[in-house]
């Protein structure tokens, strides 16, 4: 980010839905997407062709937070991206749920290999409430020890049910013998994964956190 000050973490990529003049909807994206900057975060700007409707995509790059905490503790940048939509310190995650499905909007925080990404859409007149709802989980996550136990809960069932699903497992085998245990690239073994779980703490979430925070300002 270019100051330090605005620490939504991540940059994202807004789809802007509009419609188009049909000179415009035949030129290439790189001839109609805008790049722009709000808040210091930066946007690429691409109309559509559905009006009045706002897609957004965004990543937060983990970098070197991931590395550490996934040497640390491989469960912990999954069960981050959990707890970023279990709560904020201002509303239960009920209450923005509830502003959301209020206007008709989505917003989903989900983790990867080695970021966080954001979804979100809506109306163009209700994209501010999408964009405050987003800002409030980054900036002020609750991130309590009930939602922790939560989490726990959830991650380590899907662990459980991924390792039931044959093309999921034939595609952790595949990468692992791509990449070696312990490089940037290779997954973590859901074994390794379902043992790590229960040990993960609150405050193993929150260093992850300050660190990424610190990278991306």
Do not use: H, W
């Amino acid at each position: 980010m270019k100051n330090a000050k605005r620490n939504l973490m991540f940059p994202l990529v807004l789809a802007a839905s509009f419609c188009l003049s049909p000179l415009l909807a035949q030129a290439g994206v790189a001839d109609t997407a805008v790049r722009a900057e709000a808040a210091g975060v930066d946007l690429i700007i691409y109309p559509m062709d559905v009006k009045d409707v706002v897609t957004i995509t965004g990543a937060m790059p983990l970098g070197d937070a991931f590395i550490a905490s996934k040497s640390d503790n491989p469960a912990v940048p999954t069960l981050t991206a959990m707890l970023l939509q279990a709560g904020t310190l201002k509303r239960d995650k009920f209450a923005i749920a509830d502003a959301l499905d209020s206007i008709g909007a989505s917003l989903s925080i989900s983790p990867g290999p080695a970021r966080i990404s954001v979804y979100g859409k809506s109306l163009k007149r209700d994209m501010p409430t999408v964009v405050d709802a987003l800002a409030e989980q980054l900036r002020e996550p609750a991130f309590t020890a009930e939602e922790l136990a939560k989490a726990k809960v959830q991650l380590e069932a899907a662990l459980r049910q991924a390792s039931e699903n044959p093309g999921t497992m034939a595609r952790e085998t595949l990468m692992l013998s791509i990449f070696p245990r312990g490089s940037y690239n290779a997954p973590v073994p859901r074994e390794d994964m379902l043992k790590a779980v229960p040990a993960v703490t609150l405050e193993q979430i929150k260093r992850s956190t300050a660190s990424t925070t610190a990278r991306s300002t």
